[in-house]
């Protein structure tokens, strides 16, 4: 009995520390919602998307734009704006007068999607490693050049590497960039303070006319590399000019040829074009030429020529994730990031900018949305697919555009469209899971699990039973290696589906075993409270992990049960709980009487009620005036502020709960955070005097509830009742003072009298500054366990009763 009341204790003082927010799996929290548009909330996100892009629209005057929000599991988009400049009315165009979901734009560099989705569609991936020289023979010429300073080592440059980024190869040859072969700079170099260029270091070739593939390596020759290879990214056209050479001579045909061929007429893309046509059917913000619809990147293409409508660009997103010309696991390897950059939360795949979003404010809850965009002369554009929730936002632009114009407009879109993403998909799961799930009335067995969605990633266990042991307790305890004071087991979808019985299918999840009050490693260098993938299955019994759980959904599509393989039972679905814990959830003695658990447990004050699983009948009253004190071997009902005894003893033991743990916060959380600091000696002082000044009330509270301990030892023994352990609280309570001034007391004196501000101020060195407060953190330290000792004695005499 003290042992319970110690942990109980304990979990009440530990959490003044700030503790370890939920740490899920990378990926997707909870299914993929495959319905979004009958959501009731992406019914409002898109109301209030609506009524946000009027005032968009009403600010592009010069430029058009279409977009679109589209799920891989629905045809037509979640939502979409069509908006037509109304200068372009104005101009002379060939084009297109009113923008539709069929109206062409111009990708440039959002090309390169097409690209590495036609290359792994046509080759794979799994010749990523090999050199581009093995495909490429002009750059076989190249190879094993003696200056690493002038001569790019194109031996170690991979088909990968390229895709990613990552090769340190020139960004480009004369297309673009050359300020001798760009229109507006190419007549003014000499007054930007460069210096005449003879005929031989002019390149041939640019922008008009682009260089012929001979030309191109001609002179890649004469460039310096960027980077080494593999050394970090550097953005490169010149690199999917050569995919694409790479391309044509694994499949033996050309580039054109396989976009129309495995990209193009598969998706039924019929705006998609690689080379520009017919003007009709395009916006052109002015002419074809200054407007830069005409303009071909010629050899470069595959880097960024492309054109095609809001409505393809989409198809193209749910095609990638819905593994529509790509198998699943191509596409998971493709849909990863690759390297690293300065900015902490974006990094590179191929050829995608994956981007880290928080969601909800949460610490470890992030999804990764991977874009791309691109610009050649007035069109801009940008898509961004997020495999999360199987969503994609879709941007096409042309006109005068402002700087930042696409990103500007996803930005719009997800502040409003993610969180209610991930609103809908709790609402999704939590309506096809949440429930209470036990054996039938059939068998005696005491096993049941209780799933919920609350406002945390995942679904929640918030009650596990096996075989009449409480294995929420138990499972974290096993996982974590110690013992939990508040188990904390969150439920994420992995992905892996399986055929069930009857037409219906098996869904897998893993559980996530965690102490919620695990002090937080938030701000450490290398420590960390979230590596969570690294304890999956690492728990088995019988050759089955503890944390695989796997739902059985019947061919309606609703989830009939739940198995764990590792406890080899099956737990049939009994109802819909739908809330929060504490709000209509399955009370401690109706869980009693559902287990069929025949013995009848009774407290002081309450009628008898029977739990025998026959029993259709419990006292409600008494369910609501009870607490549920969950243990490996019993289950305690127990009286809860049922007399002023009680409300006095109970008002005791928070308190001494109270002073242990505000004292342990000063041990464990603030007297280490000062003296990992750096600041000077006054400013540790005065830090140090912070925390001491918010803890005056410590030894005048102990006081008080060291008298309120004795003076219930008094009245129980005066009745002949157990009183002992009260007496004992109020002796462990009543020792912080005599402790505190005979051991402590000095160093608050020496350390006040060190302030700058203080009378007769002491000045103490840096070093013996840290000592102090060091050693006052360790005498403080014994403190803890005074009052806790207090609220485990008081605890055991109210239970004893």
């Not at 991930?422 to 309506?431: H, S």
């Not at 075989?467 to 974290?476: E, I, K, P, V, Y």
């Not at 129980?716 to 157990?722: K, P």
């Amino acid at each position: 009995m003290l042992a319970k009341a110690l942990a109980i204790v304990l979990a009440l003082i530990l959490p003044a520390c700030k503790a370890a927010p939920t740490c899920p799996l990378e990926g997707p929290v909870f299914p993929k919602p495959l319905r979004l548009a009958q959501s009731e909330t992406i019914k409002a996100a898109v109301a209030n998307l609506t009524d946000v892009f009027k005032g968009v629209t009403d600010n592009a005057q010069n430029y058009s734009f279409a977009l679109e929000v589209f799920s891989a599991h629905d045809p037509n988009p979640i939502f979409s704006v069509l908006h037509t400049a109304p200068k372009l009315a104005e101009l002379n165009s060939t084009g297109v007068r009113t923008v539709d979901k069929n109206t062409i734009f111009r990708l440039g560099s959002l090309s390169k999607v097409h690209t590495v989705y036609l290359f792994l569609i046509n080759a794979g991936d799994k010749i990523w490693n090999e050199p581009i020289t093995k495909y490429v023979p002009e750059l076989q010429l190249l190879t094993n050049r003696s200056d690493p300073v002038a001569n790019t080592a194109w031996e170690d440059v991979t088909i990968g590497g390229l895709a990613t980024q990552m090769t340190g190869v020139p960004r480009d040859y004369a297309l673009l960039g050359e300020l001798t072969q760009t229109p507006s700079t190419k007549d003014n170099v000499l007054q930007y303070g460069f210096p005449p260029l003879s005929a031989e270091e002019r390149p041939p070739c640019g922008d008009f006319p682009t260089c012929s593939r001979k030309q191109f390596f001609s002179g890649i020759e004469q460039f310096h590399p960027s980077l080494p290879p593999f050394t970090t990214a550097a953005y490169s056209n010149v690199a999917f000019q050569l995919l694409s050479y790479a391309l044509e001579t694994i499949t033996g045909k050309p580039f054109e040829t396989l976009l129309k061929e495995t990209v193009i007429e598969p998706l039924g893309l019929n705006n998609t074009f690689l080379r520009a046509p017919e003007s009709a059917r395009g916006i052109i913000p002015g002419s074809p030429d200054q407007t830069g619809w005409s303009f071909d990147l010629g050899e470069a293409a595959a880097a960024g020529n492309i054109y095609t409508s809001v409505g393809d660009l989409s198809e193209i997103g749910r095609a990638i994730l819905g593994y529509k010309l790509l198998n699943p696991v191509t596409t998971r390897r493709w849909l990863k990031p690759f390297s690293f950059s300065t900015d902490p939360h974006a990094s590179v795949g191929a050829p995608w900018g994956a981007r880290r979003v928080n969601v909800a404010g949460q610490p470890y809850r992030w999804i990764t949305a991977f874009a791309k965009a691109g610009r050649i002369s007035d069109y801009s554009s940008v898509m961004t697919i997020i495999p999360d929730y199987d969503i994609g936002i879709s941007v096409l632009l042309a006109g005068e555009l402002p700087a930042n114009a696409n990103f500007n407009l996803l930005d719009t879109v997800g502040e409003i469209l993610i969180p209610a993403v991930e609103e809908a998909a709790r609402a999704n799961a939590g309506a096809l899971y949440n429930g209470h799930y036990a054996f039938s009335n059939t068998t005696h067995l005491n096993s049941s699990i209780t799933i919920e969605t609350d406002d945390q990633p995942g679904l929640s266990v918030s009650q596990w039973i096996s075989n009449g042991t409480d294995f929420a307790w138990m499972s974290t305890v096993l996982q974590n290696g110690y013992l939990p004071l508040t188990p904390r087991i969150r439920l994420y979808p992995t992905g892996l589906e399986g055929q069930g019985s009857d037409g219906g299918k098996k869904v897998v999840f893993r559980a996530v075993f965690e102490d919620a009050d695990a002090p937080s490693q938030a701000t450490a260098m290398f420590s960390t409270d979230c590596a969570t993938w690294m304890n999956v299955a690492s728990v088995i019994y019988g050759s089955a992990a503890m944390d695989e759980l796997i739902f059985n959904v019947d061919s309606e599509g609703k989830v009939t049960s739940i198995t764990s393989p590792s406890l080899r039972v099956t737990l049939d679905k009994q109802r819909v709980t739908g809330k929060r814990i504490g709000e209509d959830q399955i009370s401690a003695a109706e869980e009693h009487a559902t287990f069929g658990i025949s013995e009848t447990r009774t407290c002081p004050g309450f009628p008898r009620f029977s739990t025998h699983p026959k029993s259709s009948e419990y006292n409600t009253q008494l369910v609501e005036a009870s607490v549920f004190l969950p243990s490996t071997s019993n289950i305690i009902i127990m009286p809860f502020l049922s007399t002023p005894m009680t409300i006095s003893a109970t008002g005791s033991i928070v308190g001494s709960a109270w002073i242990s743990g505000g004292i342990s916060a000063l041990s464990f959380c603030a007297i280490p955070a000062i003296l990992q600091s750096n600041a000077p000696t006054d400013g540790l002082v005065r830090a140090w005097y912070t925390q001491f000044s918010h803890a005056l009330y410590i030894p005048s509270t102990a006081v008080v509830t060291a008298l309120n301990y004795f003076y219930l030892a008094y009245r129980h023994r005066s009745i002949d009742r157990e009183w002992r352990g009260y007496a004992g609280g109020g002796v462990a309570n009543l020792l912080l003072v005599p402790f505190t001034l005979l051991f402590i007391g000095g160093i608050n004196n020496t350390l006040i009298a060190s302030l700058s501000n203080a009378q007769g101020r002491k000045i103490l060195s840096l070093d013996t500054a840290r000592q102090l407060i060091g050693r006052w953190g360790n005498l403080n330290f014994y403190r803890i366990f005074m009052p806790l000792a207090g609220a485990a004695l008081g605890l055991w005499n109210l239970l004893s009763e």
